[in-house]
């Protein structure tokens, strides 16, 4: 009790707290303090919009700054040359008081308007050369719709049309090619939510009803974090998304991959093929527990890469098959798209016709690993509060599925390259 006796010891108590607090707030952030680099750093930024809107946030920082050194220094001078030295100053009358110093304010006036024009000119630049893709870069610039659910984004590639499908559909990761502007029409099909890739763009509203855009780009080529910026209900927070930025030849290598249909493993006896990997997902993970390994947060750009090949060693054809029936039987197809597999399925939900190629699953939650998958599909609620896949399909259809179950979908799902 004695550590917080008196008013002064206390409020040093609260300033520790609130510096420890502020501090494991920012480490939560995974930003580093010192270096100010991390996933989703706006000071550690690529591309001409990112670097716009970092430079405005300089010019208003050493604008103010100066503005602290000035004020700051006339007070701390005040309070030392006035300050009361004995006694008798302490109790003496205050002296004569000024009333106003007609030169004093002008010039301040003078110095703040300086100050806020200052501000301003990069200010409105930066405003008109961010709203939208620059006369220059309009001939080449590539066009996305992207519609938020909650709590998933779907990216949609009006240029990329796939006969009797429409365009090409992906969910919770927007490929880019690098070094042309993208020009990004945001939607939004239920509330509110807001489209930030930090270190390419500041963020723009996603409004139910009306239309909004960006635009950004992306200079080398890279996986970006982003994440949904306005609240929009139980996972919020783990609504999640990634960029990754292809240099021209991986782009379009990855456009032909992505509009072909659901790949197809050709049947082979059961008996020659390995067994299942794993049984069920481990059951020491915690619910919103980071779903990704040391090495994918190393280097996820590679563990994208990787992920786009198809593993034939290690598949299980038999096993496959079975996956492909449950993913029929379980009514996993009635949300589900798996585009030359089955029909079913609505714009609705996460198109999965090449689920296996993306990095991470459940909007940029999990890692997209065997055990991560498994762990989402035999307990989503468990991963992701709220989420629709568990609320308007698993708790109606009565969905169960016994550990051979979940590893014969997993199988599927990981050979939908
Ligand atoms: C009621 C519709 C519905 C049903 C039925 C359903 N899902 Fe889903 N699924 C969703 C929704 C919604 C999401 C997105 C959840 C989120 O991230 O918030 C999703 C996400 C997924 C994802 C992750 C996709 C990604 O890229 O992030 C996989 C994999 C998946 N579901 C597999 C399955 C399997 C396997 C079944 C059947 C056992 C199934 N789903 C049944 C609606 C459904
Ligand atoms: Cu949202």
Redesign the pocket.
Known sequence: MRLISSPSTLARWVRAALALGGLALLTGCDLNFWTMKGHQSTIDVDGPVAKAQLHVFYVTCWVTLVIFLIVGSVLAYAILKFRARTDADEHAEPPEQGHGNPLIELGLIGASVLALVIIAIPTIEAIGYTYDVPAEDKATAFEVNATA????FKFEYPSEQIAGAGPLVA???LVIPVGRAVHINLRAMDVIHSFWVPKLAGKVDMIPNRGNFLWLKAETPGYYWGQCAEYCGD?HA??RFRVIALGPRDFNEWVNRQTAPAREVAKVAAADQPKAQFASYRSDWKRNEKGWSPEFELNPFQGWQAQQEPDANHENPALIAQGRA??QS???????VIRGHMVGGSG???D?TH?GA?S??????LE?TPEQ?AR??SH?DQV?PG???Y????I??N?K?TPD?VAA?VA??RSLK
């Open positions: 659910y909650q709590w998933w969910a919770n990761e996972s783990v609504m449950l993913f379980k009514t996993c197809f009635s949300c589900h609705a939900y996460p999965l689920v993306r991470t699953i459940a909007a940029g939650l997209n998958l989402w599909i989503p992701k989420n629709k896949m609320a308007t399909g698993y109606p259809n969905i599925l179950d979908l599927y799902l």
